[in-house]
């Protein structure tokens, strides 16, 4: 296997991939939330605020729901929902969080409830056009093969311990917001995490062997 694909593989799996991410959450402990500044000025009538929340955040909430629906029709639908429901609790909103832990709670809800809605359709084949960094041939083979096993191990994990690796790895959130997005413990979301990465090391071990 060529190195540009070994590099690809997942990093969620490595416990040192997030290194700035405690320091990052200190400083935005005293930053201004824009997005809740924003936000709260829907609230007060000005409705323009709403689009710069929409633009920031459309794109990682369609990459959130695609990573468990692996429909991107359906991941866009759920994300214009997410953004109707912001929008009606503006008036009720108070910035006691960060945006992005309010944003994914409304998201994660959402989620569940389209689980439930519908039944489990079977994993769709992963277009060579939607991966980035292949190359011709083999190694573009190769490519396509990791990313679907990586998406195939991560339909096996329970709902709860994906949507917490989703928050964690994907949007950068940390554990006490996933915490508070997930109505759970700090020491849940932990365990949810590291279970899911032991889960993922497990079905990827033939791409991944050195993972520890």
Do not use: C
Request: charged share 25%; no cysteine.
């Amino acid at each position: 296997m060529s190195a540009t694909v070994t590099a690809i593989l997942p990093t969620w799996l490595s416990t040192g991939s997030r290194l700035t991410v405690d320091t990052m959450a200190e400083s935005e402990a005293t930053a201004v939330d824009e997005d809740a500044e924003l936000l709260l000025r829907v609230a007060a009538g000005d409705d323009s605020a709403m689009r710069p929340i929409v633009e920031r955040w459309q794109g990682p909430l369609i990459n959130f729901f695609y990573r468990s629906l692996r429909s991107v029709e359906a991941s866009e639908d759920l994300a214009q929902t997410v953004f109707v429901r912001v929008y009606r609790a503006a008036p009720k909103y108070e910035p006691r969080a960060k945006f992005s832990t309010f944003l994914f709670h409304i998201a994660r809800r959402l989620l569940i409830n389209e689980f439930r809605r519908q039944s489990r359709k079977p994993l769709e084949t992963v277009d060579p056009a939607d991966l980035t960094g292949a190359t011709e041939g083999r190694e573009k083979l190769d490519l396509m093969e990791i990313e679907e096993a990586f998406e195939l191990a991560l339909q096996t994990l329970p709902e709860n311990h994906r949507t917490a690796i989703l928050l964690f790895k994907q949007q950068e959130m940390s554990y006490e917001q996933i915490a508070e997005s997930m109505d759970a413990s700090v020491t849940a979301v932990k365990s949810w995490i590291h279970r899911a990465r032991q889960k993922l090391k497990e079905q990827l071990s033939d791409f991944y062997p050195n993972a520890s």
